[in-house]
């Protein structure tokens, strides 16, 4: 067992550190000339024109994919998207019809909700992108179009590289559309298409960057309660951060629109209570100070994640995370791996069985 799991403790770590190279896999096939390339994505001109709706439905991680996605591509493409749970998409009467893109993603390629809610949107005439890990699974048979992650198999209940791989899909994918929307000049693609190709390495600086992480979750291991904060893509970012902790520490962890904290949530901010705000977004990185200060007078710990060489976090933060740079819209890939890595120690600290949480399936195939 030991073997299988390439010398690491758990399967959870050793997917955590390949995904560097199921990063590169995934894209490195797909970037020919300085252009993305996405050959099994077969869209005519006249294809193109008719879309005017993007819709991202998926379950769990894979949902918080698509929630990056959804920021990504609505920047890049200039059309409207939405990303919608699958269960919910299913069972809502969904405005969908043939001039409606779906984007499926799934890592399995068989959680039943999210297949039901495909074929759904399927009868209603839209055209099905399937975003999936597991070739020949019953979603990449139902879609129009599969564009699979190379992630390889992922054992660990809680989705790691199965997530990234996702995330880094749909930001080539956004690029790809927008670039055939004319949307993109030659000179804004190459700056995008240079820093996908940076992912794989930008993802292990992500992990060399942070040797203090066992030492944070020693740190906050035994608090019962966190919530996550962040704006735009560190927001889509957070809400994977929460559900990670969730799933493998059993801490209970809520994830916010910072700009929601006053609606609420800061009812619950007390004396030492963990609040780990996720500041890498730079152009509402003021916006984000200003949520750090509100919640420290309240006397939360802030365990903050910032773009390294950030100072000025340290006026405020209890404790920081450094997250490598990139292009602001695909921070959120580097930003999630240490939040990975926080979750599995904190579990680790917790003595929980990381690699098959209780109560958790990989798949979930039923209603
Ligand atoms: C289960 C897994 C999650 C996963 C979700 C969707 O709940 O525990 O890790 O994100 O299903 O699975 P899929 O295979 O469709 O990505």
């Given at each position: ?347 680790r600290a917790n003595g929980c069985d990381i690699d098959k949480p209780k109560n958790l399936a990989k798949s979930v195939t039923v209603e």
């Amino acid at each position: 067992a030991a073997a299988e799991k390439g010398g690491y403790d758990h399967f959870m770590l050793k997917e955590i550190m390949e995904q560097p190279n199921a990063i590169k896999s995934t894209i490195e096939p797909r970037i020919q000339n300085g252009e993305v390339v996405l050959d099994d994505f077969s869209l005519t001109d006249e294809d193109l024109r008719q879309i005017n709706k993007i819709m991202i439905t998926a379950c769990g991680s894979a949902f918080y994919a698509g929630s990056v996605g959804k920021y990504v591509m609505e920047e890049l493409c200039r059309i409207p998207v939405e990303a919608d749970l699958a269960s919910e998409l299913r069972y809502r009467n969904p405005l969908v019809d043939e001039h409606t893109l779906l984007v499926v993603v799934s890592q399995s390629g068989e959680t039943a909700d999210t297949i039901a809610a495909m074929k759904e949107c399927k009868a209603r005439g839209a055209r099905i992108l399937a975003i999936v890990n597991v070739v020949g699974s019953t979603i990449a048979k139902l879609a129009d179009h599969v564009i699979y992650t190379w992630a390889g198999p992922e054992i660990a209940v809680a989705t790691t590289k199965g997530y990234t791989t996702q995330v880094a899909v749909l930001d080539m994918l956004a690029v790809y559309l927008a670039r055939r929307l004319g949307k993109l000049d030659d000179q804004r693609n190459k700056e995008l298409v240079e820093a996908i190709l940076q992912f794989p390495s930008l993802i292990q600086r992500a992990i060399d960057l942070n040797p203090n992480l066992p030492a944070l979750a020693q740190k906050y291991h035994g608090h019962n309660d966190m919530f996550f904060i962040g704006r735009n893509v560190d927001y889509a970012a957070s809400m994977e951060g929460s559900l990670k902790l969730k799933e493998i520490s059993y801490l209970h962890s809520e994830a916010y629109a910072a700009g929601e904290l006053k609606h609420g949530t800061i009812a619950l901010i007390e004396k030492d209570r963990p609040v780990i705000a996720l500041a890498c977004y730079e152009a509402l990185f003021d916006k984000m100070m200003s949520n750090i200060k509100e919640v420290k007078a309240r006397g939360a710990q802030v365990l903050a994640v910032v773009l390294e060489g950030n100072r000025q976090i340290f006026a405020e933060a209890d404790d920081v995370i450094f997250v490598p740079r990139t292009e602001a819209l695909f921070n959120s890939l580097p930003e999630i791996v240490p939040l990975q890595l926080f979750a599995y120690y904190v579990a680790r600290a917790n003595g929980c069985d990381i690699d098959k949480p209780k109560n958790l399936a990989k798949s979930v195939t039923v209603e």
